[in-house]
């Protein structure tokens, strides 16, 4: 029985995301909160025949009480990416709403779990994580920033070139961050052995990595995932939710490598190296990561490892540019 707001509720991501929650049947309470066409969006949802309760909150005078006493925050609130925009363009516009969003949240339900899927991620989780560090909340163990979709992709993506696989239980982890190079798939890890030849694993690689260009081009200036993602966000939340009571439940996730994190020494060694934040396959349990699942090194090929190095040197920039961002705003 959750309580779960979800801000930017009105947007591409945003409508479809809080139609999946409110037909999550744990969630008893879904606030939707954002500055525009929300008391439509809820109406229209509230009517949906499960047993949630549907409220609509319009615009920052709004925004504390959208975020009081909840369980979990979901945040799909900002610009997405145009033809030509790389995640990192958004940064300038997203990293601001963010950070407003996560203080409401720090100040009026400082132990939610918080899922952000504002991009972009590597840089607004860490953002993230400074605003909490700031109001004396910060939780590592409940702060996620959604890689899901990456996660969705590859196992989508496999299914196109092996027509035995199933893409609804193949499992491959995804690890590093969330946009271009900073994503990988470890092909080699999958749940079903693979055993891709190396072209094979190069061009899976590149185009899981580069995905959500697809889906911008076909856009053609209207935007980005947002159907996709909102299946992504709601199988996220749904895995926390029932992690929450009491399931275990495994999914690749952008999260702080804390020094309690248990496993997080493990991925330092795979080549997260300093990072603070890496995305890995997390544990999840009822106070939210409960440890890192472990990869075992001598698993890891050689063209994984050397995209942990890249991703590693580009994640490192990305984080610094949150950081700096929470701590000079
Ligand atoms: P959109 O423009 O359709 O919707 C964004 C919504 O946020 C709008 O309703 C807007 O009014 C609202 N918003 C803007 N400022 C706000 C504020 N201060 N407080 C509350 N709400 C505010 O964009 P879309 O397509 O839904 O994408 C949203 C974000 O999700 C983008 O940053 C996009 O890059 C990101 N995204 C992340 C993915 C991931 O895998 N993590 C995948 C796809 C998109």
Redesign the pocket.
Known sequence: MVSVAI?????????P?SLLMKLNTSVTKLNL??????PGVAADISHVATNAQVKSYL??KE?DEAVSGIDLAI???????KPGMT?DD?FK??A??VK??VEAIASNSPRAMIA??????NS?VPIAAEVLKAKGVFNPKRLF??????VVRASRFVRDIRSDIDATTLRVPVVGG?SGNTIVPLLSMASTPLEFDIKTIEELTQRIQFG?DE?VKAKDGA????L??AY??ARFADSLIRAMSGETVVEPTFIALAADVEGANQIRELGAGELDFFAVPVELGKEGVRRIVPLPAESITEFERKAIAVASDALAVNISTGVSFAKSA
């Open positions: 801000l930017g509720a009105a947007g591409g991501i945003g409508q995301l909160y954002d500055i525009v066409n929300v615009g920052p925004l945040i799909p609130a900002g610009v997405p990416r995640r958004l516009i997203n601001g709403i407003t969003l952000i899927i504002s991009n972009p991620v607004t920033g959604v890689t899901t979709l990456d969330h959500g889906v935007g980005s995932a947002t996709s993602m992504a966000g």
